[in-house]
């Protein structure tokens, strides 16, 4: 029995479901107008369109168990990590970096908007230094080991990352003076938008959105962001706003003749979950065993993937650039 009722909480866990059971069972239905209380009811809306887009995956028999296995495993395996390890960053950076904020903005529209271009800088930042320094991409490996596109690789992340992330985010927020329950507020837009930029074929076939790609990221963006091709490879690192990616020169649309081809460079273990999780990790302890002097073992741990003591680099840099020359006429 005690089987089931843990199953039964992390089912209920699973869809975040236990904030419209605590409105529902307290009749408190005015709550829905609070923050706190949209935020309760949207909660369920990523895993509720996952399962959708399973049953869709399932009748048109596109259904394939391949494509959502590394984030199954990922997730009951962070599950089990949770259980004994909670690291809960946010709140820790709030503490210690508050004080020394620039300057104190309140919760207003107008620092709504300076906080979400502070986060997207914060966000652009964690995520580029997950693709261009070998040790974090360890840590972001993880979530672009799928060789395809779906819902379920929002659950996907190496344990460590969400407080990799939250750390960097955070810091930077709070010391641009990024008021918190702002900082919470839109902690929710981007993570409800970052898990729905994750949307498979299944569910929307164009992921452009029509003319919302020409302003925002749209789930197109970041399935562009997941290919291996040489022209897509680090590109598009924002959630929402593609203003930092347009500073940077880092943003990339579809193209209708370049088709995506999801995952990462190295060889894998298709649908691996172990190789998907650690295989990373093991490649990078090597390099760094086998590396002949000490400066080389430090720099395989910063510089870029691909990076190699030898200089014969095969970073993304160098792979792009070979691209483009053999694109010219
Ligand atoms: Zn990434
Ligand atoms: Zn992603």
Redesign the pocket.
């Known amino acids: 029995m005690e089987i089931l009722e843990t199953l039964y909480h992390e089912i209920v866990g699973f869809f975040s479901f236990g904030g419209l059971i605590e409105i529902i069972q307290t009749d408190n239905y005015k709550a829905l107008l609070t923050q706190d209380g949209i935020g309760k009811a949207l909660a369920p809306l990523i895993p509720v369109l996952l399962v959708i887009e399973l049953i869709r995956a399932f009748f048109f028999q596109r259904l394939s168990f391949t494509q959502y296995k590394i984030a199954f495993f990922t997730y009951i395996f962070n599950r089990v990590v949770s259980r004994f390890i909670s690291i809960g960053m946010v709140g820790i950076c709030i503490g210690l970096f508050e004080p020394y904020a620039i300057f104190k903005s309140e919760f207003t529209w107008y620092w709504f908007i300076y906080g979400y271009v502070v986060w997207e800088f914060a966000h652009f930042i964690y995520h580029y230094l997950g693709h261009k320094v070998r040790l974090f991409w360890c840590l972001h490996s993880t979530?672009?080991a799928s060789e395809s596109m779906n819902l379920s690789?929002?659950y996907a992340h190496f344990f460590l990352e969400g407080p990799y992330a939250d750390i960097i985010r955070t810091t930077i927020c709070i010391l641009m003076g990024v008021n918190p329950p702002l900082l919470f507020l839109i902690m929710f837009i981007d993570g409800t938008w970052?898990a729905f930029?994750?949307i498979g074929e299944n569910l929307v076939k164009d992921a452009r959105l029509g003319f919302l790609n020409k302003i925002i990221l749209t789930p197109s963006h970041?399935r562009v962001?997941?290919a291996r091709n040489p022209l897509y490879m680090d590109t598009n690192f924002c959630n929402l706003l593609n203003i930092w990616d347009k500073v940077f020169g880092t943003l990339q649309d579809e193209k209708h003749e370049e088709e995506i081809e999801y995952g990462i460079t190295r060889p894998m273990k298709s649908g691996d979950f172990w190789d998907a999780y650690f295989g990373e990790i093991i490649l990078l302890a090597k390099d760094v065993y086998h590396a002949p002097t000490m400066k080389d073992k430090v720099l395989y741990i910063f510089m870029p993937p691909g990076w190699h003591h030898s200089g014969d680099h095969k970073t993304t840099s160098v792979v792009k650039k070979e691209y483009f020359a053999t694109q010219k006429p």
């Open positions: 979530h672009h690789i929002t970052g930029i994750h970041h962001h997941h």
